[in-house]
């Protein structure tokens, strides 16, 4: 694809809901990054990817955070009982692997908003 | 641990003004280092990179950045600013495994 997108685009749901956050990385790249950012906070790492195999898996913030990735390709976030806490910007990038100093393509991100 | 730091939360400057936005990184070694922009709505592009080598770095639309080992900085400079500069910006370090860590952005408002 052109791009790396993201869907959908804004999300609101209720406290205590299960949401789902899709990735489609530019095709051909191996490697996908899930990161969280946060109003006036950086962007927070959450997830690696490589293939289908998340070796690093040290950024979920809790057990109720957790991805997949089928197909080297598209992957999905899910956030489970979803807090308040959680609302923030959720951005994914996918990279041509070259050891970690590749360049980075990021997708415009969805917006989640937990009321 | 490892961090990255940008010490101002945002800045103005006029159009055609210089700008410098300021990175300082904690590593012991030489860390690759990146600066991105977001722009309203969208995703984060790249803007430079510095790996080794020369350490005053050109990147897109007029940009640079200078690495100095002495400071643990790499600053981003660009000498006339447009008012389509007006975004967020946001340093990077990778220092080894899987993890960019990244600084918590500076936003830069433009004014006529």
């Known amino acids: 694809g052109a791009g790396v997108s993201q869907s959908p685009s804004n999300k609101v749901t209720e406290k205590g809901k299960d949401v789902e956050l899709r990735c489609d990385p530019i095709?051909?790249?191996?490697?996908l990054y899930w990161y969280r950012q946060s109003l006036g906070q950086g962007l927070e790492f959450l997830i690696y990817?490589?293939?289908?195999?998340?070796?690093?898996k040290s950024g979920l913030p809790s057990d109720r955070f957790s991805a997949e990735r089928t197909g080297g390709s598209v992957s999905t976030l899910t956030i489970q009982r979803t807090q308040q806490e959680d609302s923030a910007v959720y951005l994914c990038?996918?990279?041509?692997?070259?050891?970690?100093?590749?360049?980075?393509?990021f997708g415009p991100g969805t917006r989640l908003t937990v009321l | 641990a490892q961090s990255v730091t940008q010490p101002d939360i945002h800045i103005t400057v006029s159009e055609g003004a210089s700008l410098e936005l300021r990175c300082n990184y904690s590593?012991?070694?030489?860390?690759?280092l990146f600066w991105y922009v977001q722009s309203p709505g969208q995703g984060l592009q790249l803007l430079l990179k510095?790996?080794?080598?020369?350490?005053l770095v050109q990147g897109i639309k007029g940009f640079e950045a200078e690495f100095k080992r002495s400071q643990s900085s790499f600053n981003l400079r660009k000498p006339s600013v447009h008012w389509s500069d007006a975004a967020e910006y946001f340093c990077?370090?990778?220092?080894?495994?899987?993890?960019?860590?990244f600084g918590a952005g500076t936003r830069l408002f433009v004014k006529a």
């Open positions: 990038a996918s990279s041509s692997w070259t050891g970690g100093t590749d360049t980075q393509y």
């Open positions: 095709s051909g790249h191996t490697a």
């Open positions: 990817f490589q293939g289908n195999s998340a070796p690093d």
């Open positions: 590593y012991g070694a030489t860390p690759y």
């Open positions: 510095y790996f080794s080598g020369d350490t």
């Open positions: 990077a370090s990778y220092t080894g495994g899987f993890k960019t860590i």
